[in-house]
């Protein structure tokens, strides 16, 4: 039988008579459709009314879809963009959790410590003692294979460069090294103190390159003694020991209590060559300081954080690709920035597209060879600790640059466009890479911390820009009582 005409008023939502153009007469024995044709001249919905209908349900429509995906694409894409205001992103923090990955996450568990003065201050834990854990899961660094530029040694940096201030040397100093460079605090608090170097840099002499620093080989041939290590690809590389370096590391453990210590693994070279954007290099400046955090809660890994020029990415220690249990992390040939992943690691610009490179290249195993330290981030002090217990502390308390001042416009090595250098300033030390953070991430407090759970090859970046090079940090990330203009408060 047909349908009703009770349930045919309901389908059409209409009420009171029926239209008899819709009425149809089903004839069950010859399985066919008739319908008996109106007699009036008008009916309640016409095809043009129907249609206009639609047309203006799908004109509405088109305006909120494309409202949509605008709204979408800003709090994704562009939610790190620097000309958001930090307070508008922090307000904001819900919903671009929300248009995050689901594989990314922000674990309060660990990454935003409440840590109490008093908790450390005089906490005889903090003072020498290094846990075997940290060096039982201490990064394992591949260099570029193309790198012209490697690790270098602080100690031998300093025989090679004379300080300076408004590019005008300081007469009457001994010659610098790790057990006096804290006296060039004198000096405008130190803060505008650049350890420049007594060579022409664009001769490229032989210590800005450290090649006498470049790891050694890893080998098959002691297949007794190999780690193994599952890769993003999923294959299994076996090597042997090795990676030693004669340039040695600096690793800075950090206790914040609640069983949480940070392990800050930091890696200098005497010379940082900048990217190429249009054909042009920009950032090159002496000295660079880069560093691997890895943080432990009750003696486990539980994240891994690596530095990308002003900024970095957090990873949880299961995604990351290790060897053995220890992390690998990758230093982009030139930059030296750190990152997860082998292969490019693109930026977005004003200018345009750059990238830094990584990959597979020498294996540097940085705690063959390490200056190691405890550092109290309550009471900014630094203790040489049980493993290297003659390890000098003074040249950390430097609060000026461990390179050359930006060159000047009438230097003809110096060149700019769009706010971006050939030649910028060289970095701050350790002690200015907030080391008493909460969260893993490196920047500000306002800023997004989001632990990545898997790695992601394929993220692109915003590029920050590099301006004249570093600069005086902000307030929260300082050492404590220290104050803008340098000197203790």
């Known amino acids: 039988m047909g349908p009703s005409l009770r349930s045919l008023e309901g389908g059409l939502g209409l009420t009171g008579k029926v239209p008899s153009e819709v009425v149809y007469m089903v004839t069950e024995a010859e399985g066919k459709s008739s319908a008996k044709p109106s007699h009036h001249p008008q009916t309640p919905f016409s095809r043009s009314q129907d249609v206009r209908i639609k047309n203006r349900k799908t004109s509405v429509r088109i305006p909120v879809l494309l409202g949509f995906i605008l709204v979408a694409f800003i709090f994704t894409v562009l939610r790190n963009v620097p000309v958001i205001p930090l307070s508008f992103r922090s307000r904001t923090g819900p919903w671009l959790r929300m248009c995050s990955s689901n594989h990314d996450r922000q674990d309060p568990s660990f990454a935003d410590i409440k840590t109490r003065p008093e908790d450390l201050a005089n906490d005889p834990r903090v003072m020498h003692e290094i846990p075997q854990y940290v060096l039982d899961y201490a990064p394992l660094v591949h260099l570029n294979s193309e790198e ?19 590019y ?41 390159g450290g090649q006498i620093n470049i790891p050694d080989d890893f080998t098959d041939e002691a297949k007794a003694d190999h780690f193994e290590s599952q890769t993003i690809r999923g294959t299994i590389r076996k090597q042997s020991h090795g990676g030693h370096s004669d340039a040695p590391a600096v690793l800075l453990t950090v206790d914040k209590d609640d069983g949480v210590v940070d392990a800050f693994w930091f890696f200098f070279y005497s010379y940082n060559l900048g990217n190429i954007v249009f054909n042009i290099r920009f950032g090159n400046h002496i000295g660079d300081w880069e560093h691997t955090l890895v943080r432990f809660q009750r003696g486990k890994p539980k994240v891994v954080f690596v530095s990308e020029h002003f900024f970095g990415s957090a990873y949880s220690y299961s995604a990351v690709e290790k060897i053995g249990n220890r992390p690998v992390v990758y230093s982009a040939v030139g930059t030296h920035a750190m990152y997860a992943t082998p292969g490019s690691q693109p930026y977005i610009l004003p200018l345009g597209i750059l990238h830094d490179e990584t990959d597979r290249g ?52 110096q060149y700019g466009f769009a706010g971006e250098y050939h030649y910028v300033n060289g970095p701050l030390g350790p002690r200015f890479k907030h080391l008493g953070r909460r969260k893993v991430c490196q920047g500000s407090y306002s800023d997004p911390c989001v632990i990545k759970d898997r790695l992601d090859p394929d993220t692109v970046r915003v590029w920050p820009g590099l301006g004249e090079g570093d600069e005086w940090p902000d307030p929260e990330m300082r050492p404590p009582g220290l104050s803008e203009y340098g000197e203790r408060r």
């Open 362 to 413: 020498p294996l540097w195993d940085p705690a063959l060879n390490s200056l190691m330290y405890t550092y109290n981030h309550v009471t900014d002090t630094l203790y040489a600790s049980n493993r290297t217990p003659a390890a000098p502390t003074e040249w950390f308390y430097f609060t000026g640059k461990w390179g050359d001042k930006s060159y000047p416009a009438s230097d003809n090595r």
């Open 168 to 208: 005008t040397p300081i007469e009457g100093l001994p010659q610098s090294n790790l057990s006096n460079l804290d006296q060039l605090n004198q000096f405008d608090n130190g803060r505008h103190v650049f350890l420049t170097s007594n060579d022409n840099v664009e001769d490229r002499p032989d210590w800005l």
């Open 148 to 166: 012209q530029f490697w690790p270098c040694d602080i100690k031998e940096h300093l025989f090679h460069i004379t300080p300076e201030v408004n």
